[in-house]
Protein backbone atom coordinates (compact mmCIF):
# COMPACT_ATOMS: atom_id res chain seq x y z
CA UNK A 1 0.00 0.00 0.00
CA UNK A 2 0.90 3.34 -0.89
CA UNK A 3 1.80 5.45 2.24
CA UNK A 4 0.07 8.60 2.62
CA UNK A 5 3.08 10.18 3.34
CA UNK A 6 6.22 8.95 2.34
CA UNK A 7 9.00 10.40 4.94
CA UNK A 8 12.44 9.65 3.68
CA UNK A 9 13.03 7.14 6.57
CA UNK A 10 10.50 5.14 4.95
CA UNK A 11 11.55 5.26 1.89
CA UNK A 12 14.96 4.58 2.64
CA UNK A 13 13.80 1.52 4.43
CA UNK A 14 12.04 -0.42 1.44
CA UNK A 15 14.29 -2.69 0.25
CA UNK A 16 13.77 -2.28 -3.46
CA UNK A 17 14.88 1.19 -2.81
CA UNK A 18 18.42 -0.62 -1.21
CA UNK A 19 18.50 -2.81 -4.45
CA UNK A 20 18.36 0.48 -6.48
CA UNK A 21 21.01 2.61 -4.23
CA UNK A 22 23.14 -0.75 -3.83
CA UNK A 23 23.04 -1.32 -8.11
CA UNK A 24 24.59 2.27 -7.75
CA UNK A 25 20.79 3.72 -9.42
CA UNK A 26 18.94 6.50 -7.96
CA UNK A 27 15.61 6.03 -6.81
CA UNK A 28 13.33 8.35 -7.80
CA UNK A 29 10.33 7.64 -5.87
CA UNK A 30 7.49 4.96 -5.30
CA UNK A 31 5.35 3.36 -8.58
CA UNK A 32 1.85 4.38 -7.30
CA UNK A 33 0.87 0.96 -8.67
CA UNK A 34 3.37 -1.49 -7.66
CA UNK A 35 4.64 0.39 -4.66
CA UNK A 36 8.27 -0.57 -5.55
CA UNK A 37 11.11 1.94 -6.27
CA UNK A 38 11.62 3.77 -9.77
CA UNK A 39 15.25 4.26 -10.56
CA UNK A 40 17.64 5.51 -13.07
CA UNK A 41 20.87 4.52 -13.70
CA UNK A 42 22.24 8.23 -14.21
CA UNK A 43 25.08 8.07 -16.96
CA UNK A 44 22.06 7.08 -18.86
CA UNK A 45 20.50 10.29 -18.11
CA UNK A 46 21.52 13.41 -20.13
CA UNK A 47 19.73 16.27 -18.14
CA UNK A 48 16.27 16.89 -16.45
CA UNK A 49 13.45 18.73 -16.51
CA UNK A 50 11.14 19.62 -13.80
CA UNK A 51 7.81 20.97 -15.07
CA UNK A 52 4.30 22.26 -13.67
CA UNK A 53 2.38 24.77 -13.70
CA UNK A 54 2.59 25.61 -10.34
CA UNK A 55 4.96 26.82 -8.45
CA UNK A 56 4.39 25.14 -5.39
CA UNK A 57 4.39 21.84 -7.22
CA UNK A 58 7.76 22.81 -8.74
CA UNK A 59 9.38 23.53 -5.35
CA UNK A 60 8.07 19.87 -4.42
CA UNK A 61 9.88 18.43 -6.58
CA UNK A 62 13.20 20.04 -6.33
CA UNK A 63 12.94 19.33 -2.95
CA UNK A 64 12.64 16.02 -3.02
CA UNK A 65 15.43 15.84 -6.23
CA UNK A 66 17.98 17.56 -3.82
CA UNK A 67 17.22 14.76 -1.10
CA UNK A 68 17.37 11.75 -3.19
CA UNK A 69 20.10 12.93 -5.08
CA UNK A 70 22.30 13.98 -2.71
CA UNK A 71 21.38 11.87 0.45
CA UNK A 72 20.67 8.51 -1.27
CA UNK A 73 22.94 8.38 -4.24
CA UNK A 74 26.45 8.05 -3.13
CA UNK A 75 27.37 9.21 -6.28
CA UNK A 76 25.84 12.44 -6.41
CA UNK A 77 27.17 16.29 -5.87
CA UNK A 78 24.08 18.91 -5.91
CA UNK A 79 24.99 22.37 -7.27
CA UNK A 80 22.14 24.55 -6.80
CA UNK A 81 21.96 28.45 -8.72
CA UNK A 82 19.87 30.10 -6.74
CA UNK A 83 20.01 33.23 -8.71
CA UNK A 84 16.93 34.62 -7.45
CA UNK A 85 18.15 33.66 -3.76
CA UNK A 86 14.32 32.65 -2.80
CA UNK A 87 15.84 28.89 -2.77
CA UNK A 88 17.83 29.77 0.48
CA UNK A 89 15.94 26.33 2.10
CA UNK A 90 18.08 24.14 -1.14
CA UNK A 91 21.41 25.39 1.22
CA UNK A 92 21.44 22.53 3.58
CA UNK A 93 20.69 20.28 0.76
CA UNK A 94 23.35 21.00 -1.90
CA UNK A 95 27.15 20.63 -1.74
CA UNK A 96 27.65 23.79 -3.58
CA UNK A 97 24.99 26.45 -3.16
CA UNK A 98 25.35 30.09 -5.70
CA UNK A 99 23.77 32.41 -4.71
CA UNK A 100 22.87 35.85 -6.78
CA UNK A 101 25.78 37.86 -5.81
CA UNK A 102 28.05 34.66 -7.02
CA UNK A 103 25.82 33.47 -10.18
CA UNK A 104 27.96 36.10 -12.49
CA UNK A 105 30.85 33.45 -12.14
CA UNK A 106 28.70 30.08 -12.81
CA UNK A 107 29.72 29.83 -16.66
CA UNK A 108 33.54 30.46 -16.11
CA UNK A 109 33.41 27.91 -13.17
CA UNK A 110 31.48 25.31 -14.93
CA UNK A 111 33.48 25.10 -18.03
CA UNK A 112 36.40 24.77 -16.04
CA UNK A 113 34.91 21.64 -14.05
CA UNK A 114 34.60 20.35 -17.70
CA UNK A 115 37.48 21.09 -18.89
CA UNK A 116 38.96 19.20 -15.81
CA UNK A 117 36.74 16.21 -15.82
CA UNK A 118 37.55 15.65 -19.46
CA UNK A 119 41.35 15.65 -18.76
CA UNK A 120 40.80 13.47 -15.17
CA UNK A 121 37.39 12.04 -14.99
CA UNK A 122 35.84 11.73 -11.95
CA UNK A 123 33.49 8.75 -10.12
CA UNK A 124 30.58 11.83 -9.57
CA UNK A 125 27.54 12.78 -11.46
CA UNK A 126 27.05 16.59 -10.11
CA UNK A 127 23.08 17.70 -10.66
CA UNK A 128 23.49 21.82 -11.08
CA UNK A 129 19.74 23.14 -10.17
CA UNK A 130 17.95 25.74 -11.89
CA UNK A 131 15.17 26.10 -9.19
CA UNK A 132 13.53 28.53 -11.77
CA UNK A 133 13.91 29.34 -15.03
CA UNK A 134 12.53 32.33 -16.00
CA UNK A 135 14.79 34.27 -13.00
CA UNK A 136 17.62 31.92 -15.00
CA UNK A 137 16.91 33.77 -18.18
CA UNK A 138 16.69 37.17 -17.06
CA UNK A 139 20.42 36.68 -15.98
CA UNK A 140 21.80 34.60 -18.43
CA UNK A 141 19.67 35.35 -22.29
CA UNK A 142 23.22 36.46 -23.30
CA UNK A 143 24.73 33.51 -22.52
CA UNK A 144 22.71 31.17 -24.92
CA UNK A 145 25.77 29.45 -26.79
CA UNK A 146 27.69 28.59 -23.39
CA UNK A 147 24.78 27.26 -22.05
CA UNK A 148 24.17 24.93 -25.23
CA UNK A 149 27.86 24.01 -24.78
CA UNK A 150 27.63 22.84 -21.45
CA UNK A 151 23.75 21.61 -21.45
CA UNK A 152 25.03 18.93 -24.94
CA UNK A 153 28.55 18.45 -23.15
CA UNK A 154 28.38 17.99 -19.71
CA UNK A 155 26.34 14.96 -19.28
CA UNK A 156 28.92 13.08 -21.07
CA UNK A 157 31.70 13.88 -18.46
CA UNK A 158 28.90 13.53 -15.17
CA UNK A 159 27.23 17.49 -15.41
CA UNK A 160 23.79 17.32 -15.27
CA UNK A 161 21.68 20.19 -15.79
CA UNK A 162 18.07 19.61 -13.32
CA UNK A 163 16.15 22.79 -14.90
CA UNK A 164 12.54 23.94 -12.84
CA UNK A 165 10.17 25.43 -15.42
CA UNK A 166 6.29 26.51 -15.85
CA UNK A 167 4.56 25.33 -18.96
CA UNK A 168 4.60 29.14 -20.00
CA UNK A 169 8.26 29.70 -19.46
CA UNK A 170 8.93 26.38 -22.07
CA UNK A 171 6.94 28.77 -24.92
CA UNK A 172 9.33 31.75 -24.37
CA UNK A 173 11.36 32.85 -27.61
CA UNK A 174 14.46 32.32 -26.66
CA UNK A 175 17.94 30.65 -27.29
CA UNK A 176 18.27 28.65 -24.16
CA UNK A 177 14.83 27.51 -23.97
CA UNK A 178 15.18 26.07 -27.43
CA UNK A 179 17.94 23.99 -26.60
CA UNK A 180 16.17 23.36 -23.66
CA UNK A 181 13.01 21.62 -25.64
CA UNK A 182 15.14 20.14 -28.69
CA UNK A 183 16.79 17.33 -25.45
CA UNK A 184 13.99 16.35 -23.38
CA UNK A 185 14.73 12.61 -22.55
CA UNK A 186 13.85 12.78 -19.14
CA UNK A 187 11.44 14.63 -16.94
CA UNK A 188 9.88 15.17 -13.63
CA UNK A 189 6.56 16.39 -14.36
CA UNK A 190 4.18 17.64 -11.76
CA UNK A 191 0.76 17.49 -13.53
CA UNK A 192 -1.48 15.94 -15.52
CA UNK A 193 0.34 15.08 -18.79
CA UNK A 194 -3.18 15.89 -20.62
CA UNK A 195 -2.29 19.44 -19.89
CA UNK A 196 1.35 20.02 -21.11
CA UNK A 197 2.29 19.38 -25.10
CA UNK A 198 6.23 19.22 -24.16
CA UNK A 199 6.23 15.46 -23.83
CA UNK A 200 4.67 13.01 -25.79
CA UNK A 201 1.63 11.18 -23.90
CA UNK A 202 -1.46 8.85 -24.13
CA UNK A 203 -3.46 10.74 -21.58
CA UNK A 204 -7.33 12.18 -21.99
CA UNK A 205 -9.16 15.29 -20.20
CA UNK A 206 -10.62 12.42 -17.94
CA UNK A 207 -6.40 11.88 -16.21
CA UNK A 208 -7.11 12.51 -12.71
CA UNK A 209 -5.34 15.28 -11.10
CA UNK A 210 -2.09 14.44 -9.01
CA UNK A 211 -1.56 15.31 -5.53
CA UNK A 212 1.12 17.56 -4.50
CA UNK A 213 3.84 14.67 -3.14
CA UNK A 214 3.16 12.82 -7.15
CA UNK A 215 4.81 13.20 -10.38
CA UNK A 216 5.09 11.99 -13.57
CA UNK A 217 8.69 10.43 -14.19
CA UNK A 218 8.99 10.82 -17.89
CA UNK A 219 11.98 8.76 -19.46
CA UNK A 220 12.74 8.70 -23.49
CA UNK A 221 8.67 8.55 -24.63
CA UNK A 222 7.72 6.52 -21.40
CA UNK A 223 6.25 7.47 -18.14
CA UNK A 224 5.70 6.73 -14.28
CA UNK A 225 3.38 7.81 -12.03
CA UNK A 226 5.50 7.76 -8.55
CA UNK A 227 4.96 9.09 -5.06
CA UNK A 228 7.66 11.23 -4.07
CA UNK A 229 9.10 12.39 -0.62
CA UNK A 230 6.64 14.94 1.42
CA UNK A 231 8.66 18.24 1.64
CA UNK A 232 7.92 18.42 5.35
CA UNK A 233 10.16 15.61 6.18
Known amino acids: M ?3 ELTREDFLSRASVQKAIASGQIPLGLDLETVEAVSVEVEKVNNILVLSEQISA ?17 KGHVLVVDASDEFDYLRDLSDVYINSGLSHQLFEQMF ?9 PKDTETFIIIPDLGVFLEKFTSKAEEFKQL ?19 LFKTDAIVKTIKEDISFALIAMRLYDQSVVPHKEVS ?13 NKEKYTKVKILSNKD
Open 2 to 4: VPE
Open 58 to 74: LESVIYHFSVVSNRLYP
Open 112 to 120: TELSNRKSN
Open 151 to 169: YLEGPKHGLHFVIAATKAQ
Open 206 to 218: REERLNTDEMYLY
